[in-house]
């Protein structure tokens, strides 16, 4: 039986987003996960009841676990189809997308690969940056989970998908650390594009050059 919502998300949206879900099943139980050490003390009893609902997190849910969910498990992934992967927003605005998007998909082993359950696309302003547009992403998915919450949490049928597929190319923290080792022959527009997306030391991570073993590490 259909019990349980094992919700993975970050400390402020666990109660918000329980709130919407227990508004459309008040005796729904929700199990609060924010890392992935909290995914695997999650007894397999309580699992086989259960549907996964990942919400704009990092956390990669392991395959043994998504084997033993009784109901599925769904992903909130906050960029479109054509950006599977980490830093979806990053690799975005480095790219010149004009647009941009959020994604509603069932999870599958492989990360940002399972079938696609709805897309919601907004054209991306020229001048905008790099949080304003995970922002914009961010309002979206918020949008897609208040529309499909009732489903999520009262039907214990898989939800329906779409024909629509994900890009070939799957960005990474290894892709993300890769483009902030600048090279020394780096032309003056590549290194203020590189420096536009990536200077703001998100991850902890920024535009770096080597040069006789010493780093140098720009500051913006």
């Not at 019990?3 to 918000?16: C, H, K, S």
């Not at 590189?194 to 780093?215: D, K, Q, T």
């Amino acid at each position: 039986m259909f019990d349980t919502i094992v919700l993975l998300t970050g400390p402020v949206e666990q109660v918000a987003l329980a709130s919407v879900l227990r508004g459309h099943r008040p005796q729904l139980g929700i199990y609060p996960v924010t890392a992935s050490e909290d995914l695997l003390g999650i007894d397999a009893g309580l699992l086989r009841r259960a549907r996964l609902i990942a919400f704009s997190s990092a956390v990669i849910v392991p395959p043994g676990i998504l084997s033993a969910l009784g109901f599925g498990a769904y992903n909130f992934h906050p960029g479109p189809p054509e950006y599977p992967g980490w830093a979806p927003a990053h690799f975005a605005l480095y790219d010149g997308a004009i647009e941009f998007g959020a994604t509603v998909h069932a999870m599958a082993e492989r990360v940002d690969s399972g079938p696609i359950v709805d897309v919601a696309r907004f054209l991306i302003s020229p001048d905008i940056n790099v949080a304003a547009l995970e922002g914009l992403a961010y309002a979206h998915l918020a949008q897609m989970f208040w529309r499909l919450g009732q489903r999520l949490a009262t039907e214990p049928e898989p939800l329906p998908v779409t024909p629509q597929s994900w890009g070939s190319r799957k960005n990474s923290r290894r892709a993300y650390r890769a483009i902030c080792d600048i090279p020394l022959d780096i032309s003056k527009e590549e290194l203020y594009r590189r420096m536009r997306v990536f200077g703001a030391n998100h991850f902890g991570m920024s535009p770096v050059i080597h040069l006789h073993g010493v780093e140098f590490r720009a500051v913006t």
